[in-house]
């Protein structure tokens, strides 16, 4: 599904990865780090692409230049119709062109999303590219669970559904080597009689083999099941997966950071002391920072987005995501699954 | 709008609490027992709706007799259809017949609903009844944060988003005394451009007044806003509101049981109870026993569901919020606020 003009196999993996230097709400500083750390302890090729001059210490990586910026606050689509020479744009331009095997962002996701669509295109057959963001599964022996559409599309129709059923299974068993991904349906009840038309229609069409057959359909699962390793991908409306994610972030923050304000006191010093390197395990898999960021699915090439507040570690960890997922031909085997016949039931 | 042979008044609440002694993952035991309590520490009347006999030790409660039981993984409407001498199904009818001042239920949430909706009836002007849950803002000032619809309607329209706001308001008066409840729409973005047609639509009405002169609507809030007190009622429609609920159950509940299997480690004993102690009021405020449960709102009466695992202290706190509910005139608030006219912009 590769455009004719752009590098395969060898070729390809000694591509560098475009960095967008300008995007994220420590840019450039962290992520140009980030850059840096990326090439010289993972051994990854990185371009950089931003604004020259404004990168600060480069530390000699190679740069695309691109003479703007779209802000975390402005509007998408208007950023990347009106910015055409931003970084944002200039990364997802390096991508389509072979230049560049793999973009990541910690900008403005919806730009990052919206110059990723327009500049690389869509796949043949994806209906709409979808957001999956990887949920963490801490203390169990399972890889997180993959939720998408986290925030893409607001409105779906179930056969877009489907097709973010077989998008997130590529994804798990191209990220976490799951060979035959469980798969479910984010609902308001297990029986395939919950939820609305949407999930009721597409929990029909999944159960008669819609899926394809590189997944495991397992019906409905609800919002307390994430952090649970129940299921490897959930699949929802970005509308729907967008709430439940910002509601789980919000959630955890706040427990942390009342559980932060107790430790904290000067009366239990000792005590937090005794009590922090046993929470620290947790609070590392819990960490955004160390999943690697969201991901595009259903573009022609591999679009990384971190959480706007990366820090350098961040980088490094998205950089790291986007080259292996790149090399490993994602986008090769998402064009495979969208296409390919459903499976019986 | 009450109907004509309800009693009103110092008539109305002389009546009972209506006790759902069936219903609820520890009933009968807990049930009859917080039933008890209220009347021994509350001095609320109470009247027992349950199989004769199976009720275990009632301390000479009044008791309505019911002689089947919805369980609680039964199908809410045929349960309610079929069991007419269910114990849900009766304590709905005594609060229609006049025989009792409010229901409480730990069972089957839908047919909790249901049995409110077909035997109370609709209040006139209500297109659908909506689930209103307290969120609790640990922490600050405010009181918790009133989310409706959090599961009686899976498919909303925007005149029903809107009458969620008035009816929420209400709520959020006549149980926290909040004068003008400031009140949002769940959306995915705080501009209201975001978000899906329903939730944009309900936005115009809003922002036009059509929440009528009880409240202040404030626009667009997201998932990371729970917990934060930011508003006082949160909108949505019954699906996004369940999966928000069930995914701040799911995230704070897996958080909980880490950090307490943290400091229940041989390794830190001691530390762990110079912490605890200041880690109870947290838990106290988090803890949904102590919400005194969801109430329905827009039948024509009052139905207080309770989760289903409540305890003794649960029902106590949910047959008190009923009581007091019931006599602070909500159902006539509820009425006079969907009927209302529209505020000009």
Redesign the interface.
């Given at each position: 599904m590769a455009r004719h003009d752009r590098p395969e196999g060898a070729a390809l993996a000694a591509l560098p990865v475009a960095v967008d230097a300008m995007g994220g709400d420590r840019a450039p500083g962290e992520i140009v780090g980030g850059a840096r750390r990326a090439r010289d302890e993972r051994g990854i090729d990185v371009v950089l692409v931003g604004r020259p001059g404004d990168m600060g210490d480069t530390g000699g990586l190679p740069e695309i230049h691109a003479g703007e910026v779209i802000g975390m606050d402005d509007d998408p689509a208007q950023g990347v119709r009106r910015k055409k020479d931003s970084s944002l744009v200039r990364a997802a331009e390096a991508v389509r062109d072979g230049r560049a095997l793999a973009m990541v962002s910690a900008g403005n996701t919806g730009a990052a999303m919206a110059s990723a669509l327009l500049r690389m295109g869509r796949l043949p057959g994806v209906i709409r590219p979808a957001i999956a963001t990887p949920i963490p599964n801490?203390?169990g022996d399972r890889p997180p669970t993959v939720l998408l559409d986290s925030?893409a599309n607001?409105?779906c129709t179930p056969q877009m559904l489907v097709q973010f059923a077989r998008m997130g299974a590529v994804f798990a068993r191209c990220r976490y080597g799951t060979a035959r991904p469980h798969v479910a349906l984010?609902?308001?009840g297990e029986e395939k009689s919950?939820?609305?038309?949407l999930?009721k229609e597409a929990h029909a069409m999944l159960a008669s083999g819609a899926g394809g057959p590189g997944l495991e359909f397992t019906g409905n699962v609800?919002?307390?099941?994430?952090?649970?390793g129940v299921v490897d991908v959930v699949v929802?409306d970005?509308?729907?997966g967008?709430?439940?994610?910002?509601?789980?972030?919000?959630?955890?923050?706040?427990?942390?950071a009342?559980?932060g304000a107790?430790?904290a006191?000067d009366d239990?010093r000792?005590?937090?002391e005794?009590?922090l390197p046993?929470?620290l395990p947790?609070a590392g898999a819990l960490d955004p920072e160390g999943t690697g960021g969201a991901m595009l699915l259903g573009v022609d090439g591999v679009c990384v987005i971190s959480h706007g507040s990366s820090s350098a570690t961040a980088v490094v960890n998205a950089i790291t995501v986007a080259h292996d997922l790149a090399v490993s031909g994602l986008v090769r085997d998402v064009a495979a699954a969208v296409t390919a016949d459903p499976t019986p039931a």
């Open positions: 801490p203390g925030g607001a409105e984010l609902s308001i919950k939820g609305t038309p999930v609800e919002g307390r099941d994430f952090f649970h929802t970005g509308f729907t967008n709430v439940a994610l910002k509601t789980m972030e919000g959630s955890m923050g706040f427990l942390v009342a559980l107790v430790l006191r239990v000792e005590a937090a005794k009590i046993h929470l947790l």
